[in-house]
């Protein structure tokens, strides 16, 4: 039997010799004839994996506090993002959405790794500090990532919308004098651009589809798009961050571009009147926010500092 290295380690290959009779794989044995199993499932070793080099930027760069508080932002949001978007595992109306809306989540989690980890570096935390042991008023996320999942088509209409948001913002952020924010938004953008357009082929294919999906799309709409206003207020931390940070406003007329076009071809009116006062920037949030940290925290929490 010879033996061949592959990335999970080393995996045995079976020769002619390793068949019995009745057509049976024999076991291995080791020099003193025992079979060389050390467990029920045989042994088997995994290539350790460097977590950190996964992250984008420079690894020593140090944030400011501002920098720091404005990394929060955009690592909030794709943190309580990521973790909304998991639920529908197992859940999605299709296999393949199972499948779609786990890559989408994986994909802001990463966003989020990398910006918390330099978020931390103002005052030494980890990343995972800042994701299991801040509370609710220390978190900087949108209103609008915190809007419950609701069905399917409110889903998609909260991801619509805030991936729309997300291309912008990244588009822009690439130019940042901030070295490390720079390279995070160049690798983010390549991911958001897909869940962009992923976003906007459902939103087309539910406002175009049956009578019952084309009404929940235009509730859903309407559900979330009163929360859209406050991604694009400008608070005081953007002036002192001139050259560094996004204005949020600047990426308002982009962002409704986007979204005129899609509800266009989707024969959906853009909703008015009401406008929600918004306050994820200032530590003042949603009553979801809550419920979703509770659930994404309990283990890291009730062991602290466990490894496996």
Not at 52 to 57: D, H, M, P
Not at 265 to 275: I, K, Y
Request: hydrophobic share 45%; proline share 4%.
């Amino acid at each position: 039997m010879s033996v061949t290295n592959s990335g999970l380690g080393r995996v045995p290959s079976v020769g002619a010799d390793d068949v019995r009779p009745n057509g049976r794989i024999a076991p291995r044995s080791g020099a003193d004839g025992m079979p060389e199993h050390t467990g029920a499932h045989g042994s088997v070793t995994v290539d350790e994996v460097a977590l950190t080099a996964e992250l984008s930027g420079d690894a020593d760069a140090i944030a400011t506090p501002d920098v720091a508080e404005y990394a929060l932002w955009l690592g909030d949001d794709a943190l309580i993002l990521s973790q909304q978007l998991g639920w529908w595992i197992a859940r999605a109306p299709e296999l393949e959405e199972d499948v779609a809306l786990g890559n989408i989540a994986l994909d802001l989690l990463g966003h989020a790794r990398s910006l918390l980890r330099y978020a931390g570096t103002a005052d030494g935390r980890s990343e995972d500090d800042l994701a299991y042991f801040r509370d609710e008023p220390d978190f900087r996320c949108a209103w609008i990532i915190e809007q419950p999942n609701g069905d399917f088509a409110q889903t998609i209409a909260r991801q619509l919308i805030a991936s729309t948001y997300m291309f912008e913002l990244y588009s822009a952020l690439c130019t940042s004098s901030d070295a490390t924010l720079a390279a995070i938004a160049e690798k983010s953008l390549k991911e958001v651009d897909y869940h962009r357009d992923h976003a906007v082929q459902w939103t087309l294919r539910l406002a175009g589809g049956t009578d019952e999906s084309r009404r929940r799309m235009l509730r859903a709409i309407s559900a979330v798009w009163p929360y859209a206003d406050e991604l694009f207020r400008d608070e005081p931390l953007i002036d002192r961050l001139d050259g560094i940070a996004v204005r949020p406003s600047t990426l308002r007329a982009g962002f409704d571009a986007v979204i005129a076009a899609v509800l266009d071809e989707a024969d959906v009116e853009l909703p008015s009147g009401f406008v929600s006062a918004g306050g994820g920037r200032r530590g003042i949030h949603f009553s979801t926010l809550g419920y979703v940290l509770a659930q994404m925290q309990v283990l890291a929490r009730q062991h602290p500092g466990a490894t496996w």
